[in-house]
C-alpha cells in the first residue's frame, strides 16, 4: 500500500517556466510533509518542508501549496532553470514515528 | 561541519553473498535511518536506530539487519543476497528521534550479480 502518491513520474519545462508536481497521502497522522531534490549520483536533499497547519510555504523560487481537506501538497517551482533538473521527492511522516514515507518520485528536465 | 559518509560507495557481490554497509551521522545527530532506493519500488524505509537502539523497522525480510554504536555509526547487513537486493543504499541522520530534518548520505550502490 503506497502511503503517498506523486505525479507526473516525469516533467518537461522550459527554462523561465513553472514547474509543478503533486501528492496525495491517505493518512492523517502525517505532520510535517518535506519535498527533497536528488541529483544524479547523489542523495536526496531537503528542499523545503510544510506542516498542516499552514496551507502555503515559500522559499526563493519554491512554494509548498497545502490542502489539508484534500490530504493534498504540491510543489510550484517558479522561474524554472536548467540547474532545477533533477528528481524530486514528496515525502511524509507523522510525528510519533521517525519514518519517512516517500513518493515515487519526478524527474524534471527543464530545457534550455 | 561535515555530511553523512558511507561507504563503501560502490559494492558488486554475488547471489549468496552477504553484505555489511557503513554509515556516519552528522557529528553530534544521534538518529540513522536506512532507506533502500530502487527504480521500480522508489526509496523505502528499512529500520531507524538511535541510542543504539532499533525505533522503527520497514518491511523488509530479516536478511536485513543493522546496529548502531555508541559513536552513533551505524552498519546495516544483508544475508545471503539475492539479484533484487541490487539498489542503493541510503543512510540518512537526524539530531534526535523523531527529528523532522534528515540529512542524506550519498549512499552505498549495491550491485547483486
Known amino acids: 500500500q503506497q502511503q503517498v502518491k506523486q505525479s507526473p513520474q516525469s516533467l518537461i519545462v522550459q527554462k523561465g517556466g513553472i514547474s509543478i508536481i503533486n501528492c496525495a497521502y491517505e493518512?492523517?497522522?502525517?505532520?510535517?510533509f518535506p519535498w527533497y531534490q536528488q541529483f544524479p549520483g547523489k542523495g536526496p536533499a531537503l528542499l523545503i518542508a510544510?506542516?498542516?497547519?499552514?496551507s502555503e510555504k515559500k522559499e526563493g523560487r519554491f512554494t509548498i501549496s497545502f490542502n489539508k481537506s484534500a490530504k493534498q501538497f504540491s510543489l510550484h517551482i517558479m522561474d524554472s532553470q536548467p540547474g532545477d533538473s533533477a528528481t524530486y521527492f514528496c515525502?511524509?511522516?507523522?510525528?510519533?514515528?521517525?519514518?519517512?514515507?516517500f513518493g515515487s518520485g519526478t524527474k524534471l528536465n527543464v530545457k534550455p | 561541519k561535515a555530511g553523512v559518509t558511507q561507504t563503501p560507495r560502490y559494492l558488486i557481490k554475488t547471489r549468496g553473498q552477504q553484505v555489511t554497509l557503513s554509515c556516519s551521522p552528522i557529528?553530534?545527530?544521534?538518529?540513522v535511518s536506512w532507506y533502500q532506493q530502487t527504480p521500480g519500488q522508489g526509496l523505502q524505509f528499512l529500520f531507524e536506530y538511535f541510542s543504539e537502539t532499533q525505533r522503527n523497522k520497514g518491511n523488509f525480510p530479516g536478511r536485513f539487519s543493522g546496529r548502531q554504536f555508541s559513536n552513533s555509526r551505524s552498519e546495516m547487513n544483508v544475508s545471503t543476497l539475492e539479484l533484487g537486493d541490487s539498489a542503493l543504499y541510503l543512510c540518512?541522520?537526524?539530531?534526535?528521534?523523531?527529528?523532522?530534518?534528515?540529512?542524506f548520505g550519498p549512499g552505498t550502490r549495491l550491485t547483486v550479480l
Open positions: 510544510i506542516r498542516p497547519d499552514v
Open positions: 515525502a511524509a511522516k507523522a510525528y510519533n514515528f521517525n519514518k519517512f514515507y
Open positions: 493518512n492523517t497522522a502525517f505532520d510535517y
Open positions: 557529528s553530534g545527530h544521534r538518529s
Open positions: 540518512a541522520s537526524s539530531l534526535m528521534a523523531k527529528d523532522n530534518e534528515q540529512f
